[in-house]
């Protein structure tokens, strides 16, 4: 077995042990399939969003993660509360900035939460984390207009700027921090078919935060397994409505053999 | 292939070539459903309902779907801001208003946002469009009590009133524009057996609304598919949690050659 | 057929035939699956959070179920005047204090829901039951840290202190009603990687409290039920996915001869 793919399975087999507990404050329409996500990886997922408790809350969990997709203010009230707890308390933090550049409230809301507590690890598209990185890009609602590859520049920014790992998802997955880059050439078109994948790439990086300090290898673990999981659940069936059930399956009946003969990663 | 089954194909290759955004403000239980069953036709989901951004959305979106089923009052401010800007900018509205006739709250809702932005189409089962022509009707919470055409006057009285398509959805779909009717006898029992099959209705409506602007063709077209998909679906399997699945995979399958098999519709 | 079976059965048909009216307010998370799964029993389910209109649903409903799991001041408005609308009309009311013992908030809230209507069912895991007894049970978010067995004790604590049934969800699933206790064996280790299958356990119980006014084998039954189909589902495939699937046709699909061959059930 490769180094990388031995590492990968290290922190699955981390994460299976300790389930540990994933605070999630996400969207209305991936609530669902971002915790059955994490649980079949191995984790424990919560959805902890009222300013009343987020803090208590983020105070026992291994990591947080925040998913702008359906925001109002009641929820941006808890992501500030939430995300300057961990950050206090030392807990990784994960950002998906979804549909940034579509709105106003979006971008100001975004900024707002980076300037109070930076993120350790940023997911989105193209288009989002060109928009995030200031570049006013367009963006077509929550789905990139662009390919991965264009946003590299831009995530290179992010991460300087914000001292954070950038994850840019697309047909490849490029994961920046800093000089290293590492590219995830998994997955499967009809992903893009499927709500709430890019959600569940943000939900699943917080699992691997959670055991793996090294947040630029957590992230590239996070995509390697939503890729390969994602590609084995198109070849059972290459149709959307399979793709959701059969990814599940797949996440839960990872091995150690299926990352090794399928990973597609390079470093550089 | 016949005309009818040639202008639904049409409907459907535009949306799949096109990938309109659809703007939904539409309740928990479906958002996720809905917006997977938008991406497996073709169109371009997004769920967005902070009054904060609600104007700005619309303005990029190719159509706008509301759907009252777990209103609140910070739902329905963001209702009000967004059919309203959407009838500025001339941009198609359909409405769904579930569970109408159920409470005084519901009720009130729908008349101040019917009276402050017609919308384009309105779509809804017997209970509900009897209720929202102020015919008193019973509802049994967000299911109706009553065959399609039972609702078929107050379908037309709607019509009347909002100069609007109405749709009634039951065994029969009646699609209903001031003197055209259309009834759609394609569909299965078992769709009743899973949750928001209704609302999934009216947003694959928002999609056929968004690429045709005879909005009685594209509500038409979007009941067409809708049945056509679910007895696809059911005939699969049949059981309530396999047909969730199945009808999204028959969505993203459906052919020219299917629609010309099975479409049951009479024009009158 | 053994006479419990038969009481299952029987509560089961009801159900079928009389279609009850559930309200649910509950989680962001499980209300897509749990209103699929009260439609796969028979039942007619409706969420409804909004306190503008929840006691006047209420007085429509059959039962009302109150899940506390992504709870916020909003819905909590509304659970207080839907639980006490429902115990000044006589109608059944199942609580689910999710993830109590997490936060101060949620142990707020649910003291004071209960003293303000205590409900007719509790039903929660082990650390949960323990939480809402009062005896600082550790807890890890929404998931308990002991066996369903450890909790017996608070259960009839609780049972006593606030006159009701109390139910403690795990590998065995304990009912509780003063000296009454059931246990029910049935159901499948698979069944805690699937999200909200506790949620869905509450809210079934409020369907068979709609047709049986003793609440202890109303919640029994539901347990049973929950158990027989989930293990079902589990032997169809044994992945989470597939099992989220396969347990609502298991629902719909089920049959005395199954619950006669499957019943799990020690009464003491």
Redesign the interface.
């Known amino acids: 077995m490769a180094q990388s793919s031995q590492a990968i399975w290290t922190d699955v087999e981390h994460i299976r042990v300790q389930?540990p507990?994933i605070?999630n404050i996400t969207?209305?329409?991936?609530?669902?399939?971002t915790?059955?996500a994490l649980?079949?990886l191995g984790a424990?997922?919560?959805?902890?969003?009222?300013?009343?408790?987020v803090e208590?809350?983020v105070a026992?969990?291994s990591a947080l993660v925040v998913n702008i997709?359906?925001?109002?203010?009641?929820f941006v009230a808890g992501m500030k509360l939430a995300m300057q707890r961990a950050k206090a308390l030392g807990k990784p933090v994960v950002f998906d900035p979804v549909?940034v550049g579509?709105?106003?409230?979006?971008n100001q809301v975004s900024q707002e939460l980076l300037t109070l507590a930076a993120p350790d690890v940023i997911r989105g598209n193209a288009s989002e984390i060109m928009a995030l990185a200031g570049l006013n890009a367009q963006t077509?609602?929550?789905?990139s207009l662009f390919g991965s590859d264009a946003a590299i520049d831009a995530a290179k920014r992010l991460s300087s700027v914000w001292s954070c790992v950038v994850v840019v998802s697309g047909a490849v997955d490029y994961i920046i921090q800093g000089e290293r880059v590492a590219a995830i050439a998994n997955g499967h078109p009809l992903m893009?078919?499927?709500?709430?994948m890019g959600c569940t790439a943000t939900a699943l990086t917080g699992a691997f935060a959670a055991v793996n300090t090294d947040y630029f290898q957590a992230a590239t673990h996070a995509m390697a397994v939503m890729g390969i999981a994602g590609e084995l659940a198109a070849e059972q069936?290459s149709?959307?409505?399979?793709l959701?059930?059969?990814?599940?399956?797949a996440l839960?009946?990872l091995t150690a053999a299926t990352i090794t003969d399928r990973l597609q990663l390079t470093q550089s």
Chains 1, 2, 3 share one sequence.
């Open positions: 389930a507990l605070h969207n209305f329409v991936v609530m669902n399939n915790a059955n649980l079949a424990s997922p919560a959805m902890v969003h009222a300013p009343e408790e208590e809350f026992i969990s997709g359906t925001l109002d203010s009641t549909g579509a709105t106003t409230f979006r077509k609602g929550v789905d893009a078919k499927v709500t709430g069936k149709a959307p409505g399979s959701q059930v059969n990814f599940l399956d839960h009946e």
